[in-house]
């Protein structure tokens, strides 16, 4: 069972445009919802994570845009430039049991 | 150490041959966490410790995968009869917990393991 469903696959936003990653998410004991960043060969890192009780948290070109009713969560990375270019996944988790279930990843590439 | 260290970054294996990964977390972490990333797939999760106990191992797939963290610190994954489909990147995560909520988790740089 699937339970954090990412999309789209791939993504090709040109420099300086606005790239937007999707999650839905099943379990709604989840409580922590976070974005991470990896580039080829290295592991993933936190690139900024929301819990439900906001419904939209920014950090510098990024935001996240939360959805406690229809169960989605969103990544908005603005004024996108080639250095983002990575897979980016998303991720859940709940108190008490800290183990972290990813989305399937989006290759993002962004074009000068 | 100022992340999260995996040994070793590659390991090629025959089939059948037991191996062992190493994982070094952040000083002062008590949750480790082990996953598994296939190529093109998100990372799977396999066990969670607290401290020395596996506070969750429902992520491992059979009883060839074992893992121990015998002082609360290193981690080692131990994986017996190797099999062609165990070929992927094994990550490790380490996070601290406050509060009974964890923080965020640090990954390694992960042990690409290929089992030929």
């Known amino acids: 069972q699937q339970q954090v469903k990412q999309s789209p696959q791939s993504l090709i936003v040109q420099k300086g445009g606005i790239s937007i990653i999707n999650c839905a998410y099943e379990n709604t004991a989840f409580d922590y919802f976070p974005w991470y960043q990896q580039f080829p060969g290295k592991g993933p890192a936190l690139l900024i994570a929301i819990r439900p009780d906001v419904s939209e948290k920014k950090e510098g070109r990024f935001t996240i845009s939360f959805n406690k009713s229809a169960k989605q969560f969103s990544l908005h990375i603005m004024d996108s430039q080639p250095g983002d270019s990575a897979t980016y996944f998303c991720a859940a988790s709940r108190r008490g049991n800290e183990k972290l279930t990813f989305g399937t990843g989006t290759r993002l590439t962004i074009i000068p | 150490g100022a992340g999260v260290s995996q040994t070793p970054s590659n390991k090629v294996t025959e089939k059948g041959k037991y191996v062992e990964l190493r994982c070094d977390p952040i000083?002062?972490?008590?949750?480790l966490y082990w996953y598994r990333q296939s190529l093109g797939q998100g990372p799977e999760f396999l066990i969670y410790?607290?401290?020395?106990?596996?506070?969750?191992d429902s992520g491992l797939p059979n009883d060839r995968f074992f893992a121990v963290r015998p002082e609360g610190s290193v981690s080692t994954l131990k994986i017996q009869r190797t099999e062609r489909g165990d070929s992927a990147v094994y990550l490790c995560a380490s996070s601290l917990i406050l509060g009974g909520q964890g923080t965020e988790a640090f990954f390694g740089q992960g042990t690409r393991l290929t089992v030929v």
């Open positions: 410790f607290q401290g020395t106990g596996a506070a969750d």
């Open positions: 000083s002062g972490h008590t949750a």
